[in-house]
């Protein structure tokens, strides 16, 4: 009896371990540990110990899974203010209850159909709840996609401008299920292993799983290699990006306001010598709002028209994650395009997805936030509508920080005729740590998508010109190569591109197809029951 027991509790140690251990892997493959590879093969062990599991075990391993993916994968939010213990446990049960239906379905179809057709099932599962979670309202966390953690991968991208970034999470999942059935099939072909697998599968299964794996991974390294050896020509200008680095301590003390715009100034100056078209600063780069300012308009009117460019920044009235603003709302997160004549300020974007508990209460009249110690934010108001700017000879958009998380807000912004994506933001929040990295390469799949140019101008770094084709060109560095927390200016030619690709005139198609798919798998694994059920009576 105590040896059945020991028994039991060994496979039981041993499934946790191993759900544990795939859930660390996963999170290595992202910034900035970057062992991309590892991406293809972590999740083979979760899934493989998903098989045959009790479908309720199988909701609270996917809901353990999830937990230990996003605690490793982000212990920069302890670096935001006010940001306990408390609100990253919240965050974490709340990803895993969101994320624990996917162990729970893969369970069912598993149990009543076979681990094979819940292995196929499993890339549509997972790209279905990925957009899910991706998509929920304020409740929207796009953050840690299986696909972000390929941004290097240049070749393997590539197939982004076709079927979007949750394409390349379908991709990585379907080989991870291939690995998956290939592990199975072997070991349930040898007597000794075959005891400690809960299930089989067949050779035919196998089969069935691993040559769509392997003949969708030809296809997408075959388009992106063809894809990168023909360059898309067009029109050039030359654009700056100006890294303040103001320290955020400094940014909102009106002791500083004067250093903060000299140190703009001086930036602005230095790199116009350069000949840009554009020069861009950081979001909130100003001390106060330039529409609520005569004086501080006029200086960035002077500064714009000695520069002779256009000059585009970000200006808001106070900062993000402030408490005690509540009833002082209307404000907003803005940009604007400044003309080198200083006389023309009609060009001006406000950020249309605002971050929760960040910019904004969700609900705040009627959820009491204040029990779990989140205080009493300031309001800003979104923007209504989407903005293309216009220089001389170029037409862009603008996506303010969190913005550029979403596929559908930049492509919008691309449909509507933009020729690049100018994304700023402040990053000073979260230190020297994963999180700007893990933001550019969010960043890398917007390029590729809409085969743009990406422009990324923020406060403390990563500022940097990214290619349509994901590359990362350059970034603002200092004589020791850092790119985080360096003041500095950097000048690049940016092509000017007016082609659509078949992403940025359909968007995220693949996710509806997965939805459609999961809820056929798990219909058809109910279905299978009932017969069943039939058939004993």
């Known amino acids: 009896m105590k040896k059945s027991i020991a028994k039991k509790s060994f496979k039981y140690l041993l499934l946790v371990f191993t759900v544990f251990f795939s859930a660390v892997l996963m999170a290595l493959a992202f910034p900035w540990n970057n062992y991309e590879w590892l991406g293809w093969i972590a999740i083979s062990f979760f899934l493989v110990s998903l098989c045959g599991r009790n479908p309720i075990l199988g909701y609270f391993l996917s809901f353990f899974w999830t937990i230990v993916f996003y605690v490793t994968l982000g212990p920069w939010l302890f670096n935001i203010s006010g940001y306990s213990l408390l609100h990253h446990s919240i965050l974490a049960f709340y990803l895993g209850f969101v994320w624990g239906p996917f162990g729970l379905v893969f369970c069912i179809i598993a149990k009543r159909w076979g681990a094979a057709p819940a292995l196929l099932a499993a890339p549509f599962l997972w790209v279905a709840f990925e957009y899910l979670r991706s998509n929920l309202g304020f409740f929207a966390f796009p953050w840690g996609l299986i ?212 910019e904004y209460l969700p609900y705040k009249d009627k959820i009491p936030w204040s029990a779990i110690n989140i205080p009493d934010l300031g309001s800003f108001l979104p923007g209504e509508e989407y903005t293309i700017f216009k220089g001389t000879s170029c037409r862009f958009g603008v996506a303010i920080c969190w913005e550029s998380v979403f596929p559908e807000h930049v492509r919008q912004l691309v449909k509507k005729e933009a020729q690049f994506i100018v994304n700023i933001g402040n990053e000073a929040w979260f230190g020297k740590t994963a999180a700007p990295y893990q933001m550019l390469s969010m960043n890398v799949f917007r390029a590729v998508e809409n085969r743009v140019f990406v422009i990324r101008c923020t406060n403390t770094g990563i500022s940097c010109f990214i290619d349509p084709y994901g590359r990362i060109i350059n970034s603002v560095r200092d004589d020791t190569g850092q790119n985080l927390f360096v003041k500095g200016v950097l000048t690049e030619n940016v092509t000017l591109m007016n082609s659509e690709t078949f992403f940025t005139r359909h968007g995220d198609l693949l996710p509806w197809i997965c939805i459609f798919c999961l809820a056929v798998f798990f219909l058809a694994a109910l279905l299978k029951k009932s017969r069943l059920q039939i058939n004993k009576n």
């Open 147 to 358: 696909a972000h953690s390929q941004y290097q991968n240049q070749s393997i991208i590539q197939f982004a401008s076709l079927i979007g970034t949750y394409g390349i999470s379908f991709l990585l999942a379907i080989v991870n299920s291939a690995i998956a059935v290939l592990a199975l099939y072997i070991m349930g072909a040898h007597r000794k292993l075959a005891p400690l697998l809960p299930l089989s599968v067949s050779k035919r299964w196998m089969l069935s799983l691993v040559v769509p794996a392997v003949l969708f991974t030809v296809s997408a390294l075959v388009f992106g290699i063809i894809t990168l050896s023909t360059m898309a020509p067009g029109p050039q200008i030359r654009v700056s990006v100006v890294q303040g680095n103001i320290e955020q301590k400094k940014k909102w003390d009106r002791r500083y306001a004067r250093y903060i715009m000299q140190t703009y100034a001086e930036l602005t100056q230095e790199v116009a010598r350069n000949g840009p078209e554009l020069i861009i600063w950081p979001e909130a780069a100003t001390p106060h709002s330039i529409d609520g300012s005569r004086r501080l308009q006029m200086t960035v009117n002077q500064i714009a028209e000695k520069s002779s460019a256009h000059l585009l920044l970000g200006s808001s009235s106070y900062q993000k994650f402030e408490a005690g603003r509540a009833k002082k709302v209307g404000y907003k997160n803005s940009a604007f395009l400044i003309h080198p004549d200083g006389s023309n300020m009609n060009q001006r974007y406000d950020k249309m997805v605002l971050l929760p508990f960040g």
